[in-house]
């Protein structure tokens, strides 16, 4: 790949929010790296960047759940400085947690946990060497509260914003920030992949598009912030655990997804 323009690498970007952060990239002249597992929807997207900007585009074809996944894709970046990393890669699952698939959940918690912080830790040590580069970490508003029914996404979300907001301190005056994202309800693949019954599938009020979502996170990364919440009602919704019990945060939560069952 060219060197002479910045280049940045993105997880899950094969589709939703992951594409519309690269089509951003690409139209302020980033050369991408771009991640994935679905070889024909990577494609896809491939194309319809390619027709908004003349920029390189490097694929990796990689599944980040299995846990050699950080190593294969630094193998494959070779020396190639990266100035941006957005790590958008993650999933939902529904269910009690004695009863959901264990499987599933080691492959969830292993993407958003371990592969988020070691190929954060891994292109952060570049990053220091030259002095500047973006992080972003696409956490969510169930970042803010406990979620009964989806209790390991919920928690492995507030995990990447609590990681964020820690790193993004130890880093100030570094030249390298690092911002948490963290949406509502996003009109992207991720509903398919959570369980139909979940509130996540079924509740049809305050969902955002992921090109306004990313144009969100995205102008706040680009200007540093450390936590970015899109949507006025998502604020609004992220304060209200410290103004009420969080004992009762987590029943309203429960209800909400044995409701829209």
Not at 172 to 182: E, N, R, S, Y
């Amino acid at each position: 790949m060219k060197n002479i323009r910045k280049t940045a690498l993105v997880t899950g970007a094969a589709s939703g929010l992951g594409f519309e952060f690269a089509v951003l990239l690409a139209k302020d002249k980033y050369n991408l790296i771009l991640v994935d597992i679905d070889v024909e929807k990577l494609g896809i997207s491939i194309r319809n960047i390619r027709m908004i900007a003349d920029v390189n585009i490097k694929i990796i074809i990689q599944d980040l759940s299995e846990a050699s996944s950080s190593e294969e894709v630094m193998k494959q970046i070779g020396n190639t400085p990266i100035d941006v990393l957005i790590n958008n890669a993650g999933f939902g699952l529904f269910g009690k947690f004695s009863t959901t698939n264990w499987e599933r959940e080691s492959k969830m918690l292993q993407l958003h946990v371990y592969t988020t912080t070691y190929l954060t830790k891994l292109l952060l040590k570049r990053m220091e060497k030259h002095g500047s580069g973006k992080i972003l970490n696409v956490s969510s508003l169930a970042a803010f509260q406990p979620g009964p029914l989806m209790s390991l996404y919920y928690a492995s979300k507030a995990y990447i914003l609590s990681f964020s907001e820690a790193i993004a301190n130890e880093l100030k005056g570094t030249g390298i920030t690092v911002t948490a994202l963290c949406p509502g309800q996003t009109n992207t693949g991720f509903q398919k992949v959570v369980a139909a019954s979940a509130s996540e599938h079924k509740i049809k009020f305050n969902i955002a598009c992921p090109k306004a979502v990313a144009k969100y996170g995205y102008k706040a990364m680009q200007q540093g912030k450390t936590v970015a919440i899109p949507g006025q009602l998502n604020r609004l919704l992220s304060n209200v655990p410290r103004f009420i019990p969080r004992s009762l945060v987590t029943t309203i939560i429960r209800r909400l997804q044995e409701n829209n069952r």
